[in-house]
């Protein structure tokens, strides 16, 4: 043992004593430095246990969202298939649109639009603007 545990054993061996746990301070003595060796072995063993836990865990962690991920590129590819068969021809969309408008209907919305900016070129901007004194 060395000095710190020695400390460690004196501590816990007059706690001992002082809570009635020990009859004797001979026996505190032997109860302490049983409990200090007791505890500077286990934490090696915890560290060891607990890292092999931590691997196991992180290993079986990893195969899951490897095994999600496959998965998931699977039905993306499925997904890409079945849209790919429910794309409509494009040129055929065009070519309804423009056999739907007519140049008619095209030309009575230029003339719409020219009636509704002629009273919007009368106004003058001096109305509009206030630069004081007139």
């Excluded at 032997?30 to 505890?39: I, T």
């Excluded at 794309?87 to 009636?115: D, L, Y």
Aim: zero cysteines.
């Amino acid at each position: 043992m060395n000095i710190q545990d020695v400390q460690k054993v004196n501590k816990l061996s007059k706690l001992l004593v002082a809570h009635n746990i020990a009859a004797s301070p001979e026996d505190a003595q032997q109860q302490a430095e049983g409990m200090v060796k007791q505890s500077m072995r286990m934490p090696v063993q915890s560290h060891e246990e607990k890292m092999e836990q931590m691997m196991r865990s992180l290993s079986a962690e990893l195969q899951n969202i490897s095994n999600r991920l496959s998965r998931i590129d699977k039905n993306y590819a499925q997904l890409q298939e079945k849209l790919e068969s429910f794309k409509p021809a494009e040129p055929s969309m065009n070519r309804i649109i423009s056999e739907n408008a007519s140049p008619e209907s095209s030309s009575t919305i230029n003339s719409n639009e020219s009636k509704e900016t002629a009273p919007e070129q009368s106004v003058d901007l001096e109305k509009i603007f206030y630069y004081g004194k007139k």
